[in-house]
């Protein structure tokens, strides 16, 4: 059974940083594509950063520069680590996994496996 599980998130003033974790089991990170979400309150989910097994990235726009999406295969993890955080960047962050293992941009219709994600709160 292939099981997500983040971690990391908290409530932090602008400018800070966080490191999400979102470990893997059940699976081989290789084998499949992860990718990072979140939910703002009354938003809908928004497709942040992903990252294949080629080791290809991807990142919206607004987090360009700020975010970046890390793969540790032999601890099954894959890291977002955020940086000069936003009051914009609050929201539920989730990571999902994909079986088409060279997806890269994340379209979370195409993600099979979700976590049950993290609060992350960027006080101004």
């Known amino acids: 059974e292939v099981q997500l599980v983040e971690s990391g998130g908290g409530l932090m003033q602008a400018g800070g940083s966080l490191t999400l974790s979102c470990v893997g089991s059940?699976?081989?990170?290789?084998?499949?594509?992860i990718g990072w979400f979140r939910q703002a309150p009354g938003k809908e989910r928004e497709g942040v950063s992903g990252?294949?097994?080629?080791?290809?990235?991807y990142y919206v726009d607004s987090v360009k520069g700020r975010f970046s999406i890390s793969s540790d295969n032999h601890r099954n993890t894959v890291y977002l680590q955020m940086s000069n955080l936003k009051p914009e960047d609050t929201g539920i962050y989730y990571c999902?996994?994909?079986?088409?293992?060279?997806?890269?941009?994340?379209?979370?219709?195409?993600?099979?496996?979700w976590g049950q994600g993290t609060q992350v709160t960027v006080s101004s």
């Open positions: 990252i294949n097994r080629l080791g290809e990235t």
């Open positions: 059940g699976f081989f990170f290789g084998q499949l594509a």
């Open positions: 999902a996994a994909a079986l088409n293992n060279l997806l890269y941009v994340p379209v979370a219709k195409f993600y099979r496996y």
